[in-house]
Nanobody, 125 residues
Framework: VQLVESGGGSVQPGGSLRLPCGAS????????MGWFRQAPGKEREGVAF????????YYADSVKGRFIISKDTIKTLFYLQMNSLQPEDTGMYSC????????????????????WGQGTQVTVS
């Protein structure tokens, strides 16, 4: 599976950005797709996830109500719509794909995800 992100950039506080992630290759085994971010000097954290099997979504508390993850009907494109951006949202955003866990969900644990994009920088200032 190959993942390619785009859509990063610089935005003022309160602004919006949309990050697409294109997936190619054998995506049939990767029913969890999502976004992580890493700010300078901090651990990579899970932001939002979507289960392609049923469309369930999961969000970090810090982005609930502001970010929306959505997917295409086929597993080739998914998006992170980021609204009301704040300086603390600054970081390198990476999309990732992996299987569902033993409970049928998409965990926020970065160790669970197998495939990663190269990342796209988001700066809010």
């Amino acid at each position: 599976v190959q993942l390619v992100e785009s859509g990063g950039g610089s935005v003022q506080p309160g602004g919006s950005l949309r990050l697409p992630c294109g997936a190619s290759g054998h995506t049939y085994s990767s029913n969890c797709m999502g976004w992580f971010r890493q700010a300078p000097g901090k651990e990579r954290e899970g932001v939002a996830f979507v289960y392609f099997g049923g469309g369930s979504t999961y969000y970090a508390d810090s982005v609930k109500g502001r970010f929306i993850i959505s997917k295409d009907t086929i597993k080739t494109l998914f998006y992170l719509q980021m609204n009301s951006l704040q300086p603390e949202d600054t970081g390198m955003y990476s999309c990732a794909a992996g299987p569902v866990n033993e409970y049928g969900g998409c965990p926020a644990d970065k160790a669970h995800y197998i495939y990663w994009g190269q990342g796209t920088q988001v700066t809010v200032s």
